[in-house]
């Protein structure tokens, strides 16, 4: 079966806004952000509530496509392109797990590259002048395709002075509507010492907890489809790219909405329909497979699986820092030493 997508070919954004409720019960627990917690606002809709960020919902997008248990991705998408780091010669990490996609500092940062070498090579065209973002939407497609949805910003100076970048093109964030505090607790119980130093783990340790209730959760997806054709790879390489995007989100609303332990939601229609162009429904997981699968092999040659190798010392910031004061310590004493015996 040939999916259909001629009803995309003049719309500027594929737009979806799929409703959402807890697998269980009313509850779930939103994101949280450092000395903020819930990200709760006014709109002229009345209050409402962040229970997924943009960001995060990207990487929920790509680790549908993730394997992890093989650590590459997943059957059916074999010849996309996408570059492994090897550390040792074991899996350190890839592309598509880096929230920067190839802006990785185990890619960028690597010691001695041969693989960031040949990309300062491929891109070094645009280091005068205006960016040809033609070119470089090839050598994305060529390297990592994931990056031309993910978006990617290739921050290194040595690299067309850090101007390479590409916004997002598929994204996506999750909202609740009327959304009312839950307001909860618990303890953390020690049988053996309840009265012992909380400080140090022991005691009973109680706390608070808020949780949300919602009159409706929505999961808002913005595909800008103006951005793909503006790449100007084709029509075969738009197609792959669309259906790509297709599939992470078909993958997302079939698969494991568990965003946290206290937020399990799942969609109330497994058949969205699109808010904008009116009309188009995501198709199912098995048209999408089937038809990706053909369009990953007309682009192969456009793509490679390439792996290169990340063999710098792996070490905490905190323990680089007590290193190099150590040093400097050492240093400092033994320029002492000397200091007193010039003097003796």
Known sequence: MTIDLS???????????IELQPVQGDRFQPTGFPSLGAATYQTKDGPKLLVESTQSMANRLE???????????????????????????????????????????????????KFVEELKKELGVFE???????????????????????GVFLAKKELAGGRLRVARTLSAFIEA???????????????????GDTGSGFGNVPFARDEFTAEK??????FDLAQVRGYGLGADADRLLVLLGLHRLRKLIDGDLRLRTACDLEPVTRSPTATRPDGFVLPSLSDLEEEL??????????????????????????????DAESERDSDGEADADEATDGDN
């Open 63 to 113: 680790a549908t496509v993730w394997d992890a248990a093989k650590q590459k991705p997943i059957d059916g998408l074999d010849g996309i392109s996408h570059v492994t780091v090897k550390a040792n010669g074991k899996f350190l990490t890839d592309t598509m797990l880096e929230a920067h996609r190839l802006n990785s500092p185990y890619i960028l940062e690597a010691p001695k590259s």
């Open 7 to 17: 009803i995309l070919a003049n719309a500027t954004r594929l737009l979806f806004s």
């Open 177 to 195: 509507s009327g959304a009312r505090v839950a307001a909860s607790g618990g303890v953390k119980n020690d049988h053996v010492n309840p009265g």
């Open 217 to 222: 959760i929505l999961l808002h997806v913005n």
């Open 293 to 322: 699968r053909a369009s990953i092999e007309k682009n192969r040659s456009k793509m490679v699986h390439t792996e290169t190798s990340y063999d710098a010392k792996i070490e905490s910031a905190k323990k680089k820092k007590q």
């Open 128 to 150: 005068n002048g205006p960016i040809n973002r033609k070119q470089l939407a090839e050598v994305l497609l060529k390297y990592d395709v994931g990056s031309l949805l993910h």
